[in-house]
Nanobody, 116 residues
Framework: QVQLVESGGGLVQAGGSLRLSCAASGNIFSTNVMGWYRQAPGKQREQVGIITSGGNTNYADSVKGRVTISRDNAKNTVYLQMNSLKPEDTAVYYC??????????WGQGTQVTVSS
């Protein structure tokens, strides 16, 4: 089992920044993928971005240029730095972990609200 604990959400004005963190614990494999998804009210959960254990990243078009995902493998922690936030970024943000031959694990979610 893998446990994911997010932190760093909150209320921010449009144009502001937030940094989310997600600490993974439990049966962590060295080869894995971690990342972030989000779900706005009335919408499906969508990928924000992911990062492999080797540091390769992939971002959704809607956030490219505004967000950066990074990780500290020694701490099993992934970060999401979000800049130039827009009201449409308002959502519950979920941390994600997966590894080869395994399903996905999810955090409990952290609310990000961007006011106009």
């Amino acid at each position: 089992q893998v446990q994911l604990v997010e932190s760093g959400g909150g209320l921010v004005q449009a144009g502001g920044s937030l940094r989310l963190s997600c600490a993974a614990s439990g049966n962590i494999f060295s080869t894995n993928v971690m990342g972030w998804y989000r779900q706005a009210p009335g919408k499906q959960r969508e990928q924000v971005g992911i990062i492999t254990s080797g540091g390769n990243t992939n971002y959704a078009d809607s956030v490219k240029g505004r967000v950066t995902i990074s990780r500290d493998n020694a701490k099993n922690t992934v970060y999401l730095q979000m800049n130039s936030l827009k009201p449409e970024d308002t959502a519950v943000y979920y941390c994600y972990y997966t590894r080869p031959l395994s399903g996905a694990y999810w955090g409990q979610g952290t609310q990000v609200t961007v006011s106009s």
